[in-house]
């Protein structure tokens, strides 16, 4: 037994047949150990990790002191996190204060059911996963919003502003980097995602996939607020934007779920591209579809410890991603941000739809994919339209440097 | 067990939108109207359209109340005065209008007759149950509810494809629109006198707009 996964072990027990004669107890084991327990451990975790990753990428050790290796100081943080004081600004507005982080917390929950971490693990499976996944991630902007609205505070409402700016106009790259792979599985349903992909492979091994991934991934990095996009809470220019206001445990909340949407996106990215639990090369999927046709606890289990084993470090060299960019990367100025979203982003996302149809019609719709013609066709397309699209940027970015005041050009001429 | 649950939805439902109408402070409005939105949605689940649902979340709560609220942000009054309270002859005309759209409404849906061959929506008393009988329920009929996403996607681009694109014509003539009040023109200049001049009267311009919030 692998102590990677032994934490899902509760998500196969309540798939046990034995089980279904009672539903709702399947929802309480899911529910109580799965979203109450393991993914705030996962985000504790998390926090620990990044922590150590980036001590080590600013030349330091990072959290030490707590136990070995430091392993029990998100156990600290948490019990110093509760014990504070809870305090609330006089002319705060106290019903919206208390539910914007709930707000962002809950969003950040809702999108882990439709998850499909293993065969037969994803807690719901509607037909529109995909499009109930991004509705949901969708309304933490809101909660963002009221969060520094009703601090009534000028630094909160300037992150609230950007927060809301930002979210906004990722949000359309983010969702149109998904249409290929809506287009390649003729279905919205994360589960018929993750089967397309066994059959098929990863879709991120097609030129048009690869561009996908990459405009999901920034548009990831930017739904999350995390460097180089956390202009909402720039602590060098806003304090901490939105959640100046708050101490204790409503900020611990908004910690969690920052930490939660980012391990969120991630089981995104990697249900959506990577395969989900599957290995690269081709054939794994052939003891999948074997062994998943019985209907025994024993097969189950033996399926799915690898399947979870795989996707949690594959989410894990993500999450990786994110901290490696975050301490590599400076922070984005606002023109800078809003730009590459609406000038780079968005028509490289649109141009790629049709490549993407190109590519369904060499390796889906033909009874025997025709890998080799897929590549030939659509590599050099994706290459064009990404130099074209990044020279244009840069040609405008110039430009735009040429023809505004000399004061400015003098700041950006100094970087 | 659905009937409940229905009352319950539409009872927070028709709440939520009083206190849309009726709350003295614009963001607590706001708030009351994204509650009116997810009940919607919700009202879209029980109907077993829940790609519906999720698009209702995505557009009315993720992106037309998020600008909404950006709007209210930036106005100058958010509690009470004259931007929350209506004068008496306002709320007389408003009632009428309200009261026109209700029977507008109400006559219109106990009149309709229905396509050739089904009945009107007057005659149905009862729908399908949630998870359609398989015998019963046509192969069509199950496909609508276990993909909707693709029977929408189909219908939006045969048989409806003309409203859609009009639509379209129509957002995109709103955005361009709205780029054009937003865009001053006038080039920005390198002539630090001229410069002077446009910081003056931009200072000036700040001056008589009001401020921002009151509390």
Known sequence: MNVATDWALPLVWAQQSELDSIPWLKWIIVLAVVFFGIFPGIVAYMVWGERKVAGRFQDRIGPNRVGPFGLLQPIADAIKLITKEDIVPRTADQWVHLLAPVMILVSAFLVLPVIPFGLGLAAVNPPSGLIYLIAVSSISALGIFLAGWSSRNKYSLLGAMRAVAQLVSYEVPQVMSVIPVILWTGSLSMVAIFDRQVEYGWFIFSPPGLLAFILLTIANIAEVN?????????????????????????????????????????????????????????????????????????????????????????????????????????????????????????????????????????????????????????APLVLISVIVVLSIYKAQMKADLAASPTSRRRIATAN | MNQILFGVIATL??????????ARNLVHAALFLVAFFFLVACQFVMLEAEFLAAVQVLVYIGAVAIILMFGIMLTRNIQGDDTTTVSKAGFISGGLAAAGLLAVLVFGILDDEGRTGRAGWRDVTTRPAVYPVAARASAEQTKAVNNMGFVVGRELLTRYLIPFEVAGVLLTAALVGAIALAVQDGPSTDDPAERAKKAAEHTAAAETEPQLTSA
């Open chain 2, 13 to 22: 439902g028709v709440l939520a939108a009083l206190g849309t109408v009726l």
């Open chain 1, 226 to 378: 995390r460097t180089p996009f956390d202009l909402p809470e720039a602590e060098s220019e806003i304090i901490a934007g939105y959640h100046t206001e708050y101490s204790g445990m409503r900020f611990g909340l908004f910690f969690l779920a920052e930490y939660l949407s980012v391990f969120a996106v991630s089981c995104l990215g990697t249900a959506v591209f990577l395969g989900g639990g599957t290995l690269p090369w081709p054939f794994t999927g052939e003891p999948v579809v074997t062994l998943g046709s019985g209907q025994g606890l024993l097969s189950l289990i033996l399926v799915n410890l690898p399947l979870i084993g795989i996707f949690m470090a594959k989410v894990g060299l993500y999450v990786f991603l994110m901290f490696w960019i975050r301490c590599t990367l400076p922070r984005l100025r606002v023109d800078q941000l809003m730009s590459f979203a609406w000038k780079v982003m968005v028509p490289l996302s649109i141009i790629n739809v049709f490549i993407a149809a190109l590519w369904y019609e060499f390796v889906f719709r033909p009874g025997r994919p025709n890998y080799l013609l897929g590549w030939g066709v659509t």
